[in-house]
């Protein structure tokens, strides 16, 4: 099975590689004029009438909400039509891209905006698939500080290099009711041998999302910064590393969690919105997210009961932070940026930190930011379900993108019925 | 062997159709029903097989060897019927459309046999293997009416059995079919609108 | 009659109409085959847009590495040949059972809405009733006093049998319509009378004598239910399982895959799931073949039957349970559409406009696109469909065999597509559709759905098309002495109905339509369907709950306005029932 997986491996490589080399000089030498010397006055003024396709994934009626409200906003104030193509699965946006680009559409692209982190950002960019450097030059960024929140430049392990613009933080964290939790008497699990332990007291009673849903892959390598040795090799690429050695503790612990499983670990839930239903209906007890605010708004939307609460492990938990790029061949890159820059103001974000609208952790840092604009994020209500920034304890770095691959192969080899 | 018709009284939208039918058929007798389009003739064969549909009231008695009729489903009256139409089901060969008929309670070899028998009957020996589409109309005609015979019916109603039939396969194929008739010795109740096709002048009915 | 050309002095019209016919087919068929044949060099390692430009059988070997790629096969082949089996009885079960008695008028009743209403919306309320804390598990809760959902497999289950379960909803209807129009072109009621009169029950005789001659008639439409639901990706990503999925979501995971180089292996899986439709369609033939010879002295045994009143409620049964399922799938999506909390195993939730609210801002763009599409691929290929028509009848009328060949030929290509794997030669389509820079445009998404909507709606007219008695038209033509004239008021007004129907039936197919918008969209034109799909990966019930209702209540809209327009019409200002109706 090793061997198979290796042979995929490599054979997609060489095929990346090769659309790199026979493509990369174009883009490179196209990107390098752009930005920079325009003023940002005049990218306002010819960003006036574009039409932003914005691909963000769509399965979330708060997040929906609040891309509309921006809509509204970029429209009322810029003269931006901007509109929300509701996708599935960020990883179908790149590969769109990248069809276009090998095809020859080098302008008139079909996405002008797209909501990426992690491994689709690295295959953008190793493929030279965005605009820019832009993000660096918005006039939002200056409320951004890197040294305080080193992944708005660093996605993955991967320089952002102002190709994307931070939009949003992230951090894994576990969703529990309380009320359910107290009728069964038990406690929420403090570290990864507990969970186990937890799942063989509740069978059939915890599940995680399908990988290679995001939240799925996050949950595995959560684990797997928790199980291995030295945790330090993950954030190296994976082809420096032992993987075999690296993963054995996470395999050994997983054929042990599985058949305890919801449905005895042959099936799971597609993503982690689809755990959310099921946590409400008590089908489960732990749900996972990503965003530390989304219990909270998930109550505010009558989704989740005012008695779930939210918990991270002791050793603490992944976060990251979340992105906004724009494709190499949109037409509208102007207004995309305008858009972008509008999205990364304190307003906007503070709009969006607001656990009724969204409850997305902001990317701007205080210390940046004037007493009005402060204000905005000091007023906002944490929400109940929240943790504050003090519990949410250590934030644990995402091992380095190309982890990822490797792990989604290697669970399908060996978790596929 | 006998079919007896008793009071029958068949009406539709409460118009009465037949008036008080009494008729006594034996084994072996050919009773003939004759009269113009839509005066009921084939409602009362409708009734006499149990296929008459539930729009109609009906009042009276069918008998067939003592045994009452009326509740009984058509599959278990025993009651043959011949359609102007020969109906040969296309799917099947001669022989089959023969077999189709027997009862079940015979061998495989007993089964042969009959049909056998029965396409001698109708001077068609050797047809057995051909498609039904391939025979002539006094054929299809013959063995369509063999295929009836077959069933071992205890009466036999006749709807119009000739009028498809060009004029010189008619006399033939009436003869054919009232030797039959008493060969086998059953009641057969017989509608047409052709005085000519009456083999017995004084069994008719006369609807208006 | 149709002589939308003169007869020529040089060419003779039955030459042009038949080129013309000929050019309708062409222009149709032609992205079909370009679509299946541009699928084939990427299967084998040439893909010059993507930047593979050397043969090679290397995706053919990750094909076979796949994990659990034998699962995947085999599941799609279980999944589709038994819900295409058990369509086929459950169908032939209330026909024989129904025809000719008052309960075939309920069933008929029903068939129009089970058959206009989308896969997914269906697939969503028959979730919600099925699902652990479903309608299902809390009505039994209430008695066995649970206070948490019963860790059941009822819907995603590792077996297929909850997409099993929804295929049959969805096909059997469509089935006993084909059926019911097959049916009406043999003997029935006679042969029910005859073989009664042998001495056979009537389950027996629809068996043994019907049977035989109404199965080649259906053939066809049994196959495309094959096709449809071994490369069936939208309710399969709703209902279907999920690790590992069935084969064709598997080519639509590697589709979206942003490693390109699975680009080429979802070629190659395309070109499996092509060979496996075939060799399932080749299974059925064959088995038909051999049961044919098989059965043929069972035929003529002599068994009159036992059970027919046992068989008889059973399929009744079974209608009813289908009916009931549909019913009870709908009102759940209903209730969940205007839910605030409603937690198991709570039967009562609380009430809220909320959802509604909410998504109506966002619902208008795919409804106006769904509405836009629709309506112009349903006028479309009902125009074409009844060019084609009127050409087939003409040329019959000049020379009776090349009339024959051309119907013929008519009706091959209209099944092309629909027998196809949609899957395989869709995304050959968006390959091309790629290179000519053509996504993204609402014509593009029409034009694909047009392969869709064109052969039910042709499939659908040519019926009531061949029972037309010419001589009203030729009566008409003396009278008027316009062709134009006679068409629209005689044949069209004879026709009235079926061209309604026809409509209405073309909206439904259009509406329901996934991968084709998907494929020719880019993300940019969205339906109410692609929203509902992308929706499910949220899980949000209430969301779910508004868009399968709305997405149930569109193609319903416009059966009820087609039913309407086909009994009533204006006249004085006035409505007034049609004479025909």
Same mark, same amino acid.
């Given at each position: 099975?090793?061997?198979?997986?290796?042979?995929?491996?490599?054979?997609?490589?060489?095929?990346?590689?090769?659309?790199?080399?026979?493509?990369?000089?174009?883009?490179?030498?196209?990107?390098?004029?752009?930005?920079?010397?325009?003023?940002?006055?005049?990218?306002?003024?010819?960003?006036?009438?574009?039409?932003?396709?914005?691909?963000?994934?769509?399965?979330?009626?708060?997040?929906?909400?609040?891309?509309?409200?921006?809509?509204?906003?970029?429209?009322?104030?810029?003269?931006?039509?901007?509109?929300?193509?509701?996708?599935?699965?960020?990883?179908?946006?790149?590969?769109?891209?990248?069809?276009?680009?090998?095809?020859?559409?080098?302008?008139?692209?079909?996405?002008?905006?797209?909501?990426?982190?992690?491994?689709?950002?690295?295959?953008?960019?190793?493929?030279?698939?965005?605009?820019?450097?832009?993000?660096?030059?918005?006039?939002?960024?200056?409320?951004?500080?890197?040294?305080?929140?080193?992944?708005?430049?660093?996605?993955?392990?991967?320089?952002?290099?102002?190709?994307?613009?931070?939009?949003?933080?992230?951090?894994?964290?576990?969703?529990?009711?309380?009320?359910?939790?107290?009728?069964?008497?038990?406690?929420?699990?403090?570290?990864?041998?507990?969970?186990?332990?937890?799942?063989?007291?509740?069978?059939?009673?915890?599940?995680?999302?399908?990988?290679?849903?995001?939240?799925?892959?996050?949950?595995?390598?959560?684990?797997?910064?928790?199980?291995?040795?030295?945790?330090?090799?993950?954030?190296?690429?994976?082809?420096?590393?032992?993987?075999?050695?690296?993963?054995?503790?996470?395999?050994?612990?997983?054929?042990?969690?599985?058949?305890?499983?919801?449905?005895?670990?042959?099936?799971?839930?597609?993503?982690?919105?689809?755990?959310?239903?099921?946590?409400?209906?008590?089908?489960?007890?732990?749900?996972?997210?990503?965003?530390?605010?989304?219990?909270?708004?998930?109550?505010?939307?009558?989704?989740?009961?005012?008695?779930?609460?939210?918990?991270?492990?002791?050793?603490?938990?992944?976060?990251?932070?979340?992105?906004?790029?724009?494709?190499?061949?949109?037409?509208?890159?102007?207004?995309?940026?305008?858009?972008?820059?509008?999205?990364?103001?304190?307003?906007?974000?503070?709009?969006?930190?607001?656990?009724?609208?969204?409850?997305?952790?902001?990317?701007?840092?205080?210390?940046?930011?004037?007493?009005?604009?402060?204000?905005?994020?000091?007023?906002?209500?944490?929400?109940?379900?929240?943790?504050?920034?003090?519990?949410?304890?250590?934030?644990?770095?995402?091992?380095?993108?190309?982890?990822?691959?490797?792990?989604?192969?290697?669970?399908?080899?060996?978790?596929?019925? | 062997?006998?079919?007896?018709?008793?009071?029958?009284?068949?009406?539709?939208?409460?118009?009465?159709?037949?008036?008080?039918?009494?008729?006594?058929?034996?084994?072996?007798?050919?009773?003939?029903? %004759? &009269?113009? *389009? =839509?005066?009921?003739? /084939?409602? +009362?064969?409708?009734?006499?097989?149990?296929?008459?549909?539930?729009?109609?009231?009906?009042?009276?008695?069918?008998?067939?060897?003592?045994?009452?009729?009326?509740?009984?489903?058509?599959?278990?009256?025993?009651?043959?019927?011949?359609?102007?139409?020969?109906?040969?089901?296309?799917?099947?060969?001669?022989?089959?459309?023969?077999?189709?008929?027997?009862?079940?309670?015979?061998?495989?070899?007993?089964?042969?046999?009959?049909?056998?028998?029965?396409?001698?009957?109708?001077?068609? %020996? &050797?047809? *057995? =293997?051909?498609?039904? /589409?391939? +025979?002539?109309?006094?054929?299809?005609?013959?063995?369509?009416?063999?295929?009836?015979?077959?069933?071992?019916?205890?009466?036999?109603?006749?709807?119009?059995?000739?009028?498809?039939?060009?004029?010189?396969?008619?006399?033939?194929?009436?003869?054919?079919?009232?030797?039959?008739?008493?060969?086998?010795?059953?009641?057969?109740?017989?509608?047409?609108?052709?005085?000519?096709?009456?083999?017995?002048?004084?069994?008719?009915?006369?609807?208006? | 009659?149709?002589?939308?050309?003169?007869?020529?002095?040089?060419?003779?019209?039955?030459?042009?109409?038949?080129?013309?016919?000929?050019?309708?087919?062409?222009?149709?068929?032609?992205?079909?085959?370009?679509?299946?044949?541009?699928?084939?060099?990427?299967?084998?390692?040439?893909?010059?847009?993507?930047?593979?430009?050397?043969?090679?059988?290397?995706?053919?070997?990750?094909?076979?590495?796949?994990?659990?790629?034998?699962?995947?096969?085999?599941?799609?082949?279980?999944?589709?040949?038994?819900?295409?089996?058990?369509?086929?009885?459950?169908?032939?079960?209330?026909?024989?059972?129904?025809?000719?008695?008052?309960?075939?008028?309920?069933?008929?009743?029903?068939?129009?809405?089970?058959?206009?209403?989308?896969?997914?919306?269906?697939?969503?309320?028959?979730?919600?009733?099925?699902?652990?804390?479903?309608?299902?598990?809390?009505?039994?809760?209430?008695?066995?006093?649970?206070?948490?959902?019963?860790?059941?497999?009822?819907?995603?289950?590792?077996?297929?049998?909850?997409?099993?379960?929804?295929?049959?909803?969805?096909?059997?209807?469509?089935?006993?319509?084909?059926?019911?129009?097959?049916?009406?072109?043999?003997?029935?009621?006679?042969?029910?009378?005859?073989?009664?009169?042998?001495?056979?029950?009537?389950?027996?005789?629809?068996?043994?004598?019907?049977?035989?001659?109404?199965?080649?008639?259906?053939?066809?439409?049994?196959?495309?239910?094959?096709?449809?639901?071994?490369?069936?990706?939208?309710?399969?990503?709703?209902?279907?399982?999920?690790?590992?999925?069935?084969?064709?979501?598997?080519?639509?995971?590697?589709?979206?895959?942003?490693?390109?180089?699975?680009?080429?292996?979802?070629?190659?899986?395309?070109?499996?799931?092509?060979?496996?439709?075939?060799?399932?369609?080749?299974?059925?033939?064959?088995?038909?073949?051999?049961?044919?010879?098989?059965?043929?002295?069972?035929?003529?045994?002599?068994?009159?039957?036992?059970?027919?009143?046992?068989?008889?409620?059973?399929?009744?049964?079974?209608?009813?349970?289908?009916?009931?399922?549909?019913?009870?799938?709908?009102?759940?999506?209903?209730?969940?559409?205007?839910?605030?909390?409603?937690?198991?195993?709570?039967?009562?939730?609380?009430?809220?406009?909320?959802?509604?609210?909410?998504?109506?801002?966002?619902?208008?763009?795919?409804?106006?696109?769904?509405?836009?599409?629709?309506?112009?691929?349903?006028?479309?290929?009902?125009?074409?469909?009844?060019?084609?028509?009127?050409?087939?009848?003409?040329?019959?009328?000049?020379?009776?065999?090349?009339?024959?060949?051309?119907?013929?030929?008519?009706?091959?290509?209209?099944?092309?597509?629909?027998?196809?794997?949609?899957?395989?030669?869709?995304?050959?389509?968006?390959?091309?559709?790629?290179?000519?820079?053509?996504?993204?445009?609402?014509?593009?998404?029409?034009?694909?759905?047009?392969?869709?909507?064109?052969?039910?709606?042709?499939?659908?007219?040519?019926?009531?098309?061949?029972?037309?008695?010419?001589?009203?038209?030729?009566?008409?033509?003396?009278?008027?002495?316009?062709?134009?004239?006679?068409?629209?008021?005689?044949?069209?007004?004879?026709?009235?109905?079926?061209?309604?129907?026809?409509?209405?039936?073309?909206?439904?197919?259009?509406?329901?339509?996934?991968?084709?918008?998907?494929?020719?969209?880019?993300?940019?034109?969205?339906?109410?369907?692609?929203?509902?799909?992308?929706?499910?990966?949220?899980?949000?019930?209430?969301?779910?709950?508004?868009?399968?209702?709305?997405?149930?209540?569109?193609?319903?809209?416009?059966?009820?306005?087609?039913?309407?327009?086909?009994?009533?019409?204006?006249?004085?200002?006035?409505?007034?029932?049609?004479?025909?109706?």
């Amino acid at each position: 099975m090793k061997k198979n997986m290796s042979s995929i491996r490599t054979w997609s490589k060489k095929a990346t590689s090769a659309l790199i080399m026979a493509t990369v000089a174009f883009i490179g030498s196209a990107s390098d004029i752009e930005a920079k010397t325009v003023p940002w006055q005049e990218i306002v003024e010819q960003s006036k009438g574009q039409t932003v396709y914005f691909n963000a994934w769509g399965g979330s009626e708060q997040i929906n909400d609040y891309i509309d409200w921006a809509t509204d906003q970029v429209e009322k104030r810029y003269g931006i039509a901007l509109k929300h193509v509701k996708v599935s699965d960020t990883s179908s946006v790149v590969s769109r891209v990248l069809a276009e680009k090998v095809a020859g559409r080098k302008s008139n692209g079909t996405v002008d905006l797209v909501w990426i982190n992690g491994e689709n950002f690295r295959s953008m960019k190793q493929n030279g698939l965005l605009f820019g450097p832009f993000a660096e030059d918005l006039p939002s960024f200056q409320g951004v500080d890197p040294q305080e929140k080193p992944t708005t430049v660093l996605d993955f392990g991967e320089p952002a290099d102002g190709l994307e613009a931070p939009w949003g933080m992230a951090q894994l964290v576990f969703i529990y009711d309380t009320d359910t939790f107290s009728r069964k008497q038990t406690t929420p699990p403090a570290n990864a041998s507990e969970l186990l332990e937890f799942a063989r007291k509740h069978k059939g009673r915890v599940t995680y999302p399908l990988p290679p849903d995001f939240v799925g892959t996050t949950f595995l390598k959560q684990l797997l910064s928790e199980l291995t040795p030295e945790p330090g090799v993950l954030l190296k690429p994976v082809s420096e590393a032992d993987f075999d050695a690296v993963t054995s503790p996470l395999w050994r612990y997983l054929d042990e969690l599985h058949p305890l499983l919801w449905r005895e670990g042959e099936t799971f839930p597609a993503n982690n919105l689809a755990l959310t239903p099921m946590l409400d209906d008590g089908e489960i007890l732990l749900s996972m997210t990503f965003n530390p605010a989304y219990a909270s708004s998930a109550i505010a939307s009558g989704e989740l009961p005012e008695t779930v609460r939210t918990y991270v492990h002791d050793a603490g938990t992944l976060g990251n932070t979340h992105f906004l790029a724009i494709p190499f061949n949109s037409d509208s890159t102007e207004a995309a940026q305008v858009v972008i820059n509008f999205l990364l103001s304190p307003e906007a974000q503070a709009h969006k930190a607001n656990p009724d609208v969204w409850g997305d952790p902001t990317v701007l840092s205080m210390s940046q930011l004037n007493g009005i604009e402060r204000k905005r994020f000091s007023n906002l209500p944490l929400g109940p379900a929240t943790l504050s920034p003090e519990a949410l304890g250590k934030v644990l770095p995402e091992p380095h993108s190309s982890w990822v691959a490797e792990l989604e192969e290697a669970w399908k080899a060996r978790y596929r019925q | 062997m006998s079919l007896i018709l008793e009071q029958i009284d068949i009406s539709l939208d409460g118009q009465r159709l037949l008036d008080k039918i009494c008729c006594r058929v034996d084994g072996g007798e050919v009773v003939s029903v %004759l &009269g113009p *389009s =839509g005066c009921g003739k /084939s409602s +009362l064969l409708n009734l006499i097989c149990g296929t008459l549909p539930n729009s109609f009231v009906f009042s009276g008695e069918v008998i067939l060897e003592g045994i009452v009729l009326n509740n009984l489903p058509s599959y278990k009256r025993q009651v043959g019927i011949q359609f102007q139409d020969h109906l040969l089901f296309p799917h099947m060969t001669v022989g089959e459309n023969l077999a189709f008929a027997l009862p079940v309670n015979y061998k495989k070899s007993e089964r042969q046999e009959r049909v056998e028998q029965a396409l001698v009957d109708c001077e068609m %020996l &050797g047809f *057995s =293997g051909q498609n039904p /589409s391939m +025979l002539s109309g006094g054929q299809k005609a013959r063995i369509s009416l063999m295929r009836t015979l077959l069933s071992e019916p205890k009466a036999l109603l006749l709807d119009e059995p000739f009028s498809k039939l060009d004029t010189t396969l008619r006399s033939s194929f009436r003869h054919f079919v009232f030797q039959q008739i008493q060969s086998r010795r059953i009641p057969a109740l017989m509608v047409t609108h052709d005085e000519q096709d009456i083999p017995d002048k004084r069994r008719v009915i006369r609807l208006a | 009659m149709s002589p939308l050309l003169k007869s020529g002095k040089w060419v003779s019209s039955g030459a042009v109409s038949s080129l013309l016919a000929l050019g309708l087919l062409v222009l149709f068929i032609l992205p079909v085959l370009a679509g299946v044949g541009s699928i084939m060099l990427p299967a084998f390692g040439y893909m010059p847009v993507l930047g593979f430009e050397t043969f090679s059988f290397s995706s053919w070997q990750m094909l076979l590495e796949t994990p659990a790629l034998i699962q995947m096969l085999g599941l799609s082949l279980w999944t589709s040949a038994s819900s295409t089996l058990l369509s086929l009885i459950l169908a032939f079960g209330v026909i024989c059972f129904a025809w000719g008695t008052p309960f075939w008028h309920k069933v008929q009743r029903w068939l129009a809405p089970l058959m206009a209403v989308p896969h997914v919306a269906l697939a969503f309320g028959v979730m919600f009733v099925l699902m652990p804390s479903g309608l299902m598990a809390r009505l039994i809760a209430v008695f066995a006093g649970w206070s948490f959902p019963p860790d059941w497999q009822t819907v995603q289950d590792s077996y297929g049998i909850s997409l099993i379960l929804l295929l049959v909803i969805k096909e059997t209807p469509f089935l006993i319509f084909m059926m019911a129009a097959a049916v009406v072109q043999l003997p029935v009621s006679d042969t029910l009378r005859l073989g009664g009169s042998l001495g056979y029950q009537s389950g027996v005789i629809w068996l043994k004598l019907i049977w035989p001659r109404l199965y080649p008639m259906i053939r066809l439409p049994v196959y495309t239910v094959l096709a449809f639901s071994i490369s069936v990706v939208d309710v399969a990503l709703v209902i279907g399982p999920a690790n590992p999925p069935t084969f064709a979501v598997q080519i639509l995971q590697w589709i979206y895959d942003p490693d390109l180089a699975n680009s080429l292996l979802a070629a190659s899986g395309s070109v499996l799931l092509l060979l496996l439709v075939v060799s399932v369609i080749g299974v059925f033939y064959l088995t038909e073949w051999v049961m044919s010879r098989l059965l043929r002295s069972w035929l003529v045994n002599g068994h009159r039957g036992r059970f027919s009143i046992f068989w008889g409620s059973l399929s009744r049964k079974a209608w009813h349970g289908l009916v009931m399922l549909f019913l009870a799938g709908g009102s759940a999506l209903l209730v969940w559409s205007f839910v605030w909390r409603w937690r198991f195993p709570s039967l009562w939730p609380d009430w809220s406009l909320r959802s509604w609210e909410r998504a109506w801002d966002c619902m208008s763009e795919p409804i106006v696109n769904s509405l836009l599409i629709g309506v112009t691929a349903t006028l479309a290929a009902n125009t074409i469909s009844v060019i084609l028509l009127e050409l087939n009848d003409f040329q019959q009328q000049q020379s009776k065999s090349a009339g024959k060949w051309l119907s013929l030929l008519t009706r091959g290509a209209m099944y092309i597509p629909l027998l196809l794997p949609q899957m395989t030669f869709l995304f050959g389509v968006q390959l091309l559709l790629l290179q000519w820079g053509a996504e993204g445009h609402w014509l593009t998404v029409t034009g694909l759905h047009l392969l869709f909507v064109l052969p039910y709606c042709f499939l659908g007219l040519s019926g009531p098309w061949q029972h037309y008695d010419q001589r009203h038209s030729l009566q008409g033509l003396l009278l008027s002495r316009s062709w134009l004239k006679t068409f629209v008021q005689v044949k069209l007004g004879v026709l009235w109905r079926p061209v309604m129907a026809s409509l209405a039936l073309g909206f439904a197919v259009s509406i329901a339509q996934y991968l084709p918008t998907l494929f020719a969209s880019a993300g940019r034109v969205e339906t109410v369907t692609t929203e509902a799909v992308s929706l499910v990966s949220g899980g949000n019930r209430r969301l779910i709950g508004v868009y399968g209702l709305v997405q149930m209540l569109l193609p319903f809209i416009f059966y009820v306005m087609a039913f309407f327009l086909s009994y009533w019409t204006i006249k004085n200002g006035c409505f007034a029932r049609r004479l025909n109706s």
